[in-house]
T-cell receptor, first 114, second 115 residues
Framework: AQTVTQSQPEMSVQEAETVTLSCTYD???????LFWYKQPPSRQMILVIR??????QNATENRFSVNFQKAAKSFSLKISDSQLGDTAMYFC???????????FGAGTILRVKS | EADIYQTPRYLVIGTGKKITLECSQT?????MYWYQQDPGMELHLIHY???????EKGDLSSESTVSRIRTEHFPLTLESARPSHTSQYLC??????????????FGPGTRLTVL
């Protein structure tokens, strides 16, 4: 079975600064997908970024980028130029190739301070 | 944000009542999912569907049932609500076709409280 671990229950960052959220996972699969989802307070969960395990290049989406280390089974999210609207719960998630379910980590609450 | 809707957004109900949580998506996605998000915020898959007339149980045992009579609609029913069912329920969908078949899009959730 796959597991996803987010070791930081809460993080804070000043507006305009950079923050990195950690995620590690455990799997015996070779091909899989990794995701970061964002859930703002009382709002919809939205996809932040997606990484295919067979791609060595780290995914980027505007101010969001990942550091994917397949051998170490690590998938951290870097948010650059943090904005107040980035305040949310961030979930790391795993899905094996041709899988049905997302396996979620426990989440990291990120607070961006002005 | 994706075109996936859930109603009601909030529901407070007494023990023993039958409830149905609605989920609809307008993206034509074949696969749909129900997740339960507990107070500690972890999410667990409770049901999923590959398409019309397909339903499967997820990892987390749930007393709820689902149906998939139409592609766009995936309601979840609790025949007799109990306080242990108090949780947030998230619906999601993904496309069987195209490049990102693994990517799931979530609805806004239904926060259920059973007294």
């Amino acid at each position: 079975a796959q597991t996803v671990t987010q070791s930081q229950p809460e993080m804070s960052v000043q507006e305009a600064e950079t923050v990195t959220l950690s995620c590690t996972y455990d799997t015996s699969e070779n091909n899989y997908y990794l995701f970061w989802y964002k859930q703002p307070p009382s709002r919809q969960m939205i996809l932040v970024i997606r990484q295919e395990a067979y791609k060595q290049q780290n995914a980027t989406e505007n101010r969001f980028s990942v550091n994917f280390q397949k051998a170490a089974k690590s998938f951290s999210l870097k948010i650059s130029d943090s904005q107040l609207g980035d305040t949310a719960m961030y979930f790391c998630a795993f899905m094996k190739e041709y899988g049905n379910k997302l396996v979620f980590g426990a989440g990291t609450i990120l607070r961006v301070k002005s | 944000e994706a075109d996936i809707y859930q109603t009601p957004r909030y529901l407070v109900i007494g023990t023993g009542k039958k409830i149905t949580l609605e989920c609809s998506q307008t993206m034509g996605h074949d696969k749909m999912y129900w997740y339960q998000q507990d107070p500690g915020m972890e999410l667990h898959l409770i049901h999923y569907s590959y398409g019309v007339n397909s339903t499967e149980k997820g990892d987390l045992s749930s007393e709820s049932t689902v149906s998939r009579i139409r592609t766009e609609h995936f309601p979840l029913t609790l025949e007799s609500a109990r306080p242990s069912h108090t949780s947030q329920y998230l619906c999601a969908s993904s496309d069987l076709r195209g490049g990102n078949t693994d990517t799931q899009y979530f609805g806004p959730g239904t926060r259920l409280t059973v007294l």
